[in-house]
């Protein structure tokens, strides 16, 4: 093994290995050394810079940038050819002799930064996939009779008509003029609606079981959860127009099939929004549709979630395979479960009744988000695109990632208040005993959800810390 200047190869490879520039020293190239020690003093103060002094959250909304992911991908590659060109130029300038010893040192070096690489590429390629690269053009609907078609664009909220089916009210029939013309916070929040998705053995097509909207102050983080049942009938949309399905969970369906209607992206969930906008009042600015089967695999890369379960319940574990499923028992107590038996607790119906399961499934997503923090997700960031990429669909648009991010840390999760509608805010029944929604009362009690929550003493709220109980 060579030896000039008083170090060997071996030690003068092994020190650019470490530090790039540290062995051309040694080796009587310090013009060269001092390039290579200045690139990488550059390098070393950026990412104790970052480490220091940029706030854990500004961290994650990078990572959040697919423009900034593939910066860092480069530079990350440029610096593994620093420290090969160094290591290797210190190993043959020292006399070093033979293949092996550098080419075991050009994949020491390249393990590492190739695992960085794929990693970030990765996880681009994920956020890519998953977030909509542009804010989606408004969709319009489109009246159909036998004569003639006429297609307009949907109604800004606050105009919106509330319509009743003919003969499908009891005595207390809502009257259009009732409806409180406007929207009073729908453009200072972020409103995005959340859909869970099953479409299992039996299904003709997926139904939206879960349906709840979170709205979120983007200046405070305030923010409040609402879920409505997906047995709500005698729906319309914005602009007045009744829609032909029995169930709210029926209209992603009807606008998957009228595609031409709401847009050839997420139709279903176009449809959908504009339903819960004519129910709640709100602008609905994006959608998150979640697989529910997928939810589970969620819960899982995080090790489970700990719920206060009141009472005993029975509940189905499927089996994802065969879709065959036996039932468990959940037990009361504080308990922790892993996806599947939380998924088994959310769908349980014996002895129960669909809004006892929104209450638990809006119990599984807020005890969720107390579970979880921007450490837990940046630890498992790439295992959480992994089941977003095959679980999950939005038209979140990717640019507004970054901000997205560091809104969602913003808020406390303890503090979300969370409420449910059930059928008792109905103005009557459609004719096979479906409730319809007594619009203008949900309207006004989402607006004192929002506004003045200590008003609101016409629906339950709670924090998500008492969501379980």
């Given at each position: 093994m060579g030896r000039r200047n008083g170090c060997s190869s071996i030690g003068a490879a092994i020190r650019s290995f470490f530090i790039p520039g540290w062995g051309q020293v040694a080796t009587n190239r310090p013009v060269l050394g001092r390039v290579f020690l200045f690139l990488t003093g550059l390098v070393g103060v950026a990412a104790l810079t970052v480490f220091l002094f940029v706030p854990r959250i500004e961290i994650a909304s990078w990572i959040a940038n697919p423009d900034i992911l593939l910066l860092i991908v480069l530079l990350n590659l440029g610096f593994a050819v620093l420290r090969l060109s160094s290591t290797e130029m210190a190993w043959r300038d020292s006399g070093g002799r033979g293949w092996v010893v550098a080419v075991a040192l050009a994949v020491l070096i390249a393990i590492p930064h190739a695992a960085i690489a794929w990693v970030g590429l990765e996880t681009r390629t994920s956020l890519m996939t998953v977030f909509a690269e542009e804010v989606a053009e408004a969709a319009t609907t489109s009246t159909t009779s036998t004569s003639t078609t006429t297609t307009t664009t949907t109604l800004p909220l606050e105009l919106s008509p509330i319509t009743t089916l003919p003969g499908q009210l009891g005595d207390d029939e809502i009257e259009a003029d009732k409806a409180p013309p406007w929207r009073p916070f729908g453009q200072d929040r972020l409103n995005i609606l959340i859909l869970g998705g099953d479409a299992g053995p039996g299904r003709g097509g997926v139904r939206t079981d879960t349906i709840m909207v979170a709205s979120i102050d983007p200046i405070t983080g305030d923010a409040a959860l609402l879920g409505l049942p997906r047995n709500y009938g005698g729906l319309h949309f914005t602009d007045g127009e009744a829609i032909p399905v029995r169930r709210l969970n029926h209209v992603f369906g009807y606008g998957e099939r009228h595609a031409d209607r709401f847009g050839e992206t997420n139709p279903g969930a176009e449809a959908t929004k504009n339903a819960v906008e004519n129910i709640t009042g709100l602008e609905i600015d994006h959608?998150?549709?979640?697989?529910?089967?997928?939810?589970?695999?969620?819960?899982?890369?995080?090790?489970?979630?700990?719920?206060?379960?009141?009472?005993?319940?029975?509940?189905?574990?499927?089996?994802?395979?065969?879709?065959?499923?036996?039932?468990?028992?959940?037990?009361?107590?504080?308990?922790?479960?892993?996806?599947?038996?939380?998924?088994?607790?959310?769908?349980?119906?014996?002895?129960?009744?669909?809004?006892?399961?929104?209450?638990?499934?809006?119990?599984?997503?807020?005890?969720?988000?107390?579970?979880?923090?921007?450490?837990?997700?940046?630890?498992?960031?790439?295992?959480?695109?992994?089941?977003?990429?095959?679980?999950?669909?939005?038209?979140?648009?990717?640019?507004t990632l970054p901000d997205m991010v560091q809104l969602m840390l913003r808020v406390s999760a303890d503090q979300i208040r969370v409420t449910g509608f059930d059928a008792t805010w109905r103005a009557g029944f459609t004719a096979d005993a479906h409730p319809i929604p007594d619009v203008p009362r949900i309207r006004e009690a989402v607006r004192q959800m929002i506004e003045e929550p200590s008003q609101a003493t016409a629906i339950d709220i709670t924090t998500a810390e008492e969501a379980c109980g």
């Open positions: 959608h998150v549709m979640v697989d529910l089967t997928g939810f589970a695999d969620v819960i899982d890369v995080f090790g489970g979630v700990t719920l206060d379960i009141p009472v005993a319940v029975d509940g189905p574990l499927y089996d994802t395979v065969t879709g065959t499923y036996e039932m468990v028992e959940i037990r009361p107590g504080t308990r922790k479960l892993d996806g599947d038996h939380a998924l088994a607790y959310a769908r349980a119906r014996i002895g129960s009744s669909d809004y006892v399961r929104m209450g638990r499934q809006r119990c599984i997503l807020t005890a969720l988000a107390r579970q979880t923090n921007p450490l837990s997700i940046l630890a498992n960031f790439s295992s959480v695109l992994d089941v977003f990429e095959s679980n999950i669909t939005t038209d979140i648009p990717i640019d």
